[in-house]
Nanobody, 124 residues
Framework: QVQLVESGGELVQAGGSLRLSCAAS????????MTWFRQAPSGKEREFLAAIGAGTYSADSVKGRFTISRDNAKNTVYLQMNTLKPEDTAIYHC???????????????????WGQGTQVTVSS
């Protein structure tokens, strides 16, 4: 069993940057595919953003602005977000599943472990 806890979300002005963290306990993440999703306030389906496992992958919608990384010593996954826009306002979740199949699935239902989420609000 893996427990995931996100942090780092806050209110930021458009154009600013944030780094989100996803700390894992229960298992080491080196054999897991880890991802970031977000869910907008309108309640739309969770949107895939990025994954790390056998490699790294970012969705076209955030490529060039968002970067996923991992610190194995800290068992933590990060999402560096730059040039934030008001439309980036959402609850951000990390999610993971065992195994390093690649390319990564972008479907939320394929991930077994989820954090509670961290709120990111971008003001214009």
């Amino acid at each position: 069993q893996v427990q995931l806890v996100e942090s780092g979300g806050e209110l930021v002005q458009a154009g600013g940057s944030l780094r989100l963290s996803c700390a894992a306990s229960g298992r080491t993440l080196t054999t897991y595919t880890m991802t970031w999703f977000r869910q907008a306030p309108s309640g739309k389906e969770r949107e895939f953003l990025a994954a790390i496992g056998a490699g790294t992958y970012s969705a076209d919608s955030v490529k060039g602005r968002f970067t996923i990384s991992r610190d194995n010593a800290k068992n933590t996954v990060y999402l560096q977000m730059n040039t934030l826009k008001p439309e980036d306002t959402a609850i951000y979740h990390c999610a993971g599943r065992s195994g390093l199949r690649w390319p990564p699935s972008q479907r939320p239902s394929d991930y077994d472990y989820w954090g509670q989420g961290t709120q990111v609000t971008v003001s214009s």
